[in-house]
Nanobody
Framework: QVQLVESGGGLVQAGGSLRLSCAVS????????MAWYRQAPGKQRELVAD?????????NYADSVKGRFTISRDNANHMVHLQMNSLMPEDTAVYYC????????WGQGTQVTVSS
């Protein structure tokens, strides 16, 4: 059973930064693309960024976070990270990791709150 455990969220002022982490169980990790999603109150979950498998040589970002967020992966430790800079109040949401197709059971997410 694949398990996804997100961490690193918190309360930050607008303009600040946070680094989210996702621990992924399973020996397949280096073979699968990964992604970060977010869900704001009253809104549908949206894909924020994704990264290819292996070395993670290709990344994609939602227009709303392009230039501010960076996704990366650490295959040795089965981790995916999301560096978030220049945070804005509209980035407030619960953040989740999963494959780009939402293949695995969803974790509990990590809350990010950006105050103005």
């Amino acid at each position: 059973q694949v398990q996804l455990v997100e961490s690193g969220g918190g309360l930050v002022q607008a303009g600040g930064s946070l680094r989210l982490s996702c621990a992924v169980s399973g020996s397949f990790f280096s073979l699968t693309a990964m992604a970060w999603y977010r869900q704001a109150p009253g809104k549908q979950r949206e894909l924020v960024a994704d990264i290819t498998n292996g070395s993670g040589s290709r990344t994609n970002y939602a227009d709303s976070v392009k230039g501010r967020f960076t996704i990366s992966r650490d295959n040795a430790n089965h981790m995916v990270h999301l560096q978030m800079n220049s945070l804005m109040p509209e980035d407030t949401a619960v953040y989740y990791c999963n494959s780009p197709h939402g293949t695995y059971p969803w974790g509990q997410g990590t809350q990010v709150t950006v105050s103005s």
